[in-house]
């Protein structure tokens, strides 16, 4: 991948794709220190002291990306997570943001065990080191955190950096993709400021309401991973089921080489139809598609395939039974789709 | 004499003000260690009562800009 194909990746779809998982881990940053300045009323300063955290949050996600870059290009073996851990992991981060978002809703004691307590020997020698600016150790930990939620977008440049198998051009790469996001994360991160400096102590509740929904889209995410039926998104397909599936249905399938198209907007058709108690050869066509539809998986058959931007690669489905339904999603969990084997 | 007393502090938002309250130690003559915790609201002050009283601690975490009780 060239480095600017790279940039301009990050630039487009992989800031919003990446601000969507760890726009949570941003908004957690900056709480910590709205809620400072919002105890301390300091008021003249409150778009600067907002600026440092978003600043040092974005520097530290750069500096851990360029270090994953080369150790990727480094070793150039697969450091890619099943399926399963994925899930787990989407699991772990939305009861994690729920928590907090309950924490600053002051709903019970219990929930300020969701916030970070760095050990006071830590806070110590840190104020120690760095005397009157105590605030930046919450938001270079947690973009340091990022690197462990990296988006379908980034898994996709992580595995060219692998790719590439050289540990400066894998760091070169995986910094002109992280600074190309820089740009979304800042600008959504400026929103956000002006629109706490309009609604002041209510914009508390603001953050604590957008990581309530960041976590259910996680859980969201970390079901249609495990291809639970019970996922916000399946239910709601149970029970509004669009008439172009039943005209669709009309017809017999026979054919057992299937084709999606893989685009950069998620994959199409959402439903395909195929025979049962034969195998299927599913073809997946790519063409500049740079999502994250790209990391393409099947959880029940722990298939991860990550595409190339422009071509086919082939998937072999062993036979299913009549009836069954199979989901598939990008590695994230946020386009889906399924299969449905008919007899 | 070197003394250690136990406090509630009921309004701290999160862990920044654990940090805040930390801070005494370097800030306040006679406090000489500071264990906050948000999470337990509770900070574990170990001062030299020669230097400070407990009611000069109190008022020391008033001016930081929080309430404590003595345990």
């Not at chain 1, 198209?261 to 199409?268: D, L, Q, R, S, T």
Request: aromatic share 10%; net charge neutral.
């Amino acid at each position: 991948m060239d480095l600017w194909v790279a940039f301009i990746t990050g630039l487009t779809t992989g800031g919003l794709s990446c601000m969507a998982v760890q726009g949570g881990l941003l908004a957690g940053s900056l709480s910590n220190q709205i809620e400072q300045d919002l105890v301390s009323q300091e008021k003249k300063k409150f778009q600067l002291h907002l600026a440092l955290p978003i600043v040092l949050f974005l520097l530290s996600k750069l500096v851990v990306y360029t270090i994953a870059g080369f150790l990727f290009g480094l070793i150039g073996s697969v450091f890619q997570l099943n399926t399963i851990s994925r899930a787990i992991l989407q699991f772990a981060i939305g009861i994690f943001l729920i928590g907090n978002a309950l924490r600053m809703f002051n709903v019970h004691p219990i929930f300020r065990y969701f916030s970070f307590e760095p050990p006071s020997r830590l806070t110590r020698f840190i104020r120690r080191k760095a005397k009157n600016n105590d605030s930046w150790v919450s938001p270079v930990f947690l973009g340091v955190l990022t690197i462990l939620i990296p988006c379908g977008v980034t898994q996709s440049v992580m595995a060219a950096a692998v790719v590439t198998a050289n540990p400066w051009q894998g760091a070169a790469l995986m910094l002109a993709f992280t600074l190309g996001t820089s740009p979304v994360f800042f600008i959504l991160s400026y929103f956000a400021t002006r629109l706490s400096s309009l609604m002041e102590k209510y914009f508390l509740r603001i953050v604590a309401s957008v990581l309530l929904v960041l976590g259910l889209v996680a859980f969201e995410s970390g079901l249609k991973l495990m291809g639970s039926p019970y996922s916000f998104t399946q239910l709601t397909q149970l029970m509004l089921p669009s008439e172009k599936q039943t005209v669709v249905n009309a017809v017999p399938v026979t054919n057992p080489e299937l084709q999606l198209a893989v685009k950069n907007e998620g994959y199409e058709p959402e439903t395909l139809r195929a025979p049962a108690n034969q195998p299927i050869m599913l073809s997946l066509v790519t063409n500049e598609t740079y999502s994250c539809s790209r990391a393409f998986t099947i959880p029940e058959l722990d298939i991860t395939k990550i595409l190339p931007a422009s071509g086919i690669v082939i998937v072999e489905i062993p036979p299913q039974q009549p009836g069954k339904v199979m989901a598939f999603s990008c590695s994230m969990g946020m386009y889906t789709g399924k299969i449905v084997f008919e007899g | 004499m070197k003394k250690k007393i136990v406090l509630t502090v009921s309004d701290m938002h999160c862990s920044n003000c654990t940090m805040r309250l930390q801070a005494l130690e370097d800030e306040v003559t006679g406090i000489l260690q500071v264990d906050a915790s948000y999470q337990k609201q509770r900070m574990d002050v170990v001062f030299d009562d020669s230097l400070i009283s407990e009611t000069g601690i109190l008022d020391a975490v008033k001016i930081a800009g929080y309430t404590a009780i003595i345990q």
